[in-house]
Structure formats: C-alpha cells, structure tokens
C-alpha cells in the first residue's frame, strides 16, 4: 500500500510523498517541515473536497484506523488511473 501511496502521490501530483505532509497538513500549526514547493501541491488544492477525502483516507491508513475493505478500496483508487 505504501508503494501505491508513493506512486500515486508521484505521478498525480509531481512530488515526493511523505506521511508528516499530511500530518501538518491537518495541524493547526501548519506546515513546518514541508519544503515550499510541496507544501504549495497541498496549499493549492486545500479547498478540494476530493484532495482533502484522499488526504483524510490516507492519514487513516497512517494511523491504522482503516479496516481492509477501506484499504482495499483506497488502494483501488489509487492504482486505476
């Protein structure tokens, strides 16, 4: 799933995906870590609810609060396009 993830953040969005851009994507603190020409992918899409599903999915994933059916069509998702 990981590797799905990481392809799918690389081909649809043009950068590298790791795990603390969703964290401070969500935070009330903001982005910290996040080098600006990422953080600009998550700024510019923030108001998308599509982006923001995808963005609360894979935090579930992170978290290991998704049950396999949800992975199971998360990783779906990813690898259809």
Known sequence: MRKAITEFW???FGIFYHPNQI???FSK??????PVEQREVYEKRRN????????K???????????EEER???????TKK
């Not at 603190?29 to 996040?34: A, E, I, P």
């Not at 999915?57 to 049950?67: G, H, L, Y």
């Not at 199971?72 to 998702?77: G, P, S």
């Open 29 to 34: 603190d903001g982005f910290k870590t996040t």
């Open 72 to 78: 199971r069509i998360l990783y779906e998702d990813l």
């Open 10 to 12: 690389q081909k649809e």
């Open 48 to 55: 998308q609810e599509e982006f923001v599903k995808l963005l």
């Open 57 to 67: 999915q894979v935090e579930m994933f992170n978290n290991a609060t998704m049950d």
């Open 23 to 25: 964290k401070e994507f």
